[in-house]
Nanobody, 126 residues
């Protein structure tokens, strides 16, 4: 059974930092591209960042570029998102998502992902 379990969310003041983790199981982690996707209350899912199987390619939404860093440890089947200089508009439920094995569409399209975790809440507030 495929499982993705996120952790590391919490409440932080503007300008603060958090590191999210996503532990994967039930599949061969190092053969799948992964992304972080977030969803704010009342809004649709927003793709945040992508990483390919070996970590050699990473992409970021313009809204987080320069502040967030995605990484992965394939030996630990774990995906990370380091979030710095957090802003109130980063408040959302953050999901890790597994990209479909033979996906050909845009990595920024949430419909290209077949498994999602339960999410971890990030709240940025003073």
């Amino acid at each position: 059974e495929v499982q993705l379990v996120e952790s590391g969310g919490g409440m932080v003041q503007p300008g603060g930092s958090l590191r999210l983790s996503c532990v994967a199981s039930g599949f061969t982690f190092n053969t799948y591209d992964m992304s972080w996707v977030r969803q704010a209350p009342g809004k649709g899912p927003e793709w945040v960042s992508f990483i390919n199987t070996d970590g050699g390619r990473t992409y970021y939404a313009d809204s987080v570029k320069g502040r967030f860093t995605i990484s992965r440890d394939n030996a630990k089947s774990t995906l990370y998102l380091q979030m710095n200089s957090l802003k109130a508009e980063d408040t959302a439920l953050y999901y890790c998502a597994r990209r479909k094995q033979w996906a050909t569409g845009s990595y920024a399209n949430p419909y290209e992902y077949d498994y999602w975790g339960q999410g971890t809440q990030v709240t940025v507030s003073s």
